[in-house]
Nanobody
Framework: QVQLVESGGGLVQPGGSLRLSCAAS????????MGWYRQAAGKQRELVAR???????TYSDSVKGRFTISRDNAKNTVDLEMNSLKLEDTAVYCC?????????WGQGTQVTVSS
């Protein structure tokens, strides 16, 4: 079993920045990837960014060039630096990890972009 603890999030004005952090419990052995998904009100959950063990990153087209994902394999943490935030980035952001082919999810943290 893996527990994911998220931090960060909050309210920010358009054009602002936020940083999300996620820590996974237990050993990193067996973890293939860590990443962030988001779900806006009335919409389906979507991938924001993901990073695999070898450092390969995947970004949603909507956040490319604005968001940066980073990972500390030794600490089992993954961070998401979000810059140039837009109104449409408003959503609940959830941390995800895949360990031994099983998906684990955090409880989510709210990011609200509003003027």
């Amino acid at each position: 079993q893996v527990q994911l603890v998220e931090s960060g999030g909050g309210l920010v004005q358009p054009g602002g920045s936020l940083r999300l952090s996620c820590a996974a419990s237990g050993s990193s052995f067996g973890i293939y990837s860590m990443g962030w998904y988001r779900q806006a009100a009335g919409k389906q959950r979507e991938l924001v960014a993901r990073i695999t063990n070898d450092g390969t990153t995947t970004y949603s087209d909507s956040v490319k060039g604005r968001f940066t994902i980073s990972r500390d394999n030794a600490k089992n943490t993954v961070d998401l630096e979000m810059n140039s935030l837009k109104l449409e980035d408003t959503a609940v952001y959830c941390c995800n990890t895949v360990k031994f082919s099983i998906n684990y999810w955090g409880q989510g943290t709210q990011v609200t972009v509003s003027s």
